[in-house]
């Protein structure tokens, strides 16, 4: 099982980016069984986790990304979409993408996002 994020980069504050994290390497049935999320961390700062999407259908959000982020997944090619708009300098950070499989969890590759006032 591999899971490959994408869609970082930088942007000025107020800005938007899209994330993904998709998932190879298990079949369909396994990923509707998984809770999936983004975490971040930002230099010198713990980690922290801004999204998850549990497979009971609940999505949950940091306080500090509600209203700004939204999280969608997309069965059909067993991705996680963490759409992130209204961005700010606070939000610089290395997201990381993770599952939690009825088997082992897992963690993808980070991606930067670097926000500028």
């Known amino acids: 099982v591999q899971l490959q994020a994408s869609g970082g980069g930088s942007v000025q504050a107020g800005g938007s980016l899209r994330l993904s994290c998709t998932a190879s390497?298990?079949?369909?049935?396994?990923?509707?069984?998984?809770?999936m999320g983004w975490y971040r961390q930002a230099p010198g700062k713990e980690r922290e986790l801004v999204a998850q999407s549990t497979s009971a259908g609940s999505t949950e959000f940091a306080g500090s990304v509600t209203g700004r982020f939204t999280l969608s997944r997309v069965n059909t090619k067993k991705a996680l979409v963490l759409q992130m708009s209204n961005l700010k300098p606070e939000d610089t950070a290395v997201y990381s993408c993770w599952m939690k499989t009825p088997y082992q969890t897992y963690w993808g590759q980070g991606t930067l996002v670097t926000v500028s006032s």
């Open positions: 390497g298990m079949i369909t049935s396994t990923f509707w069984s998984s809770d």
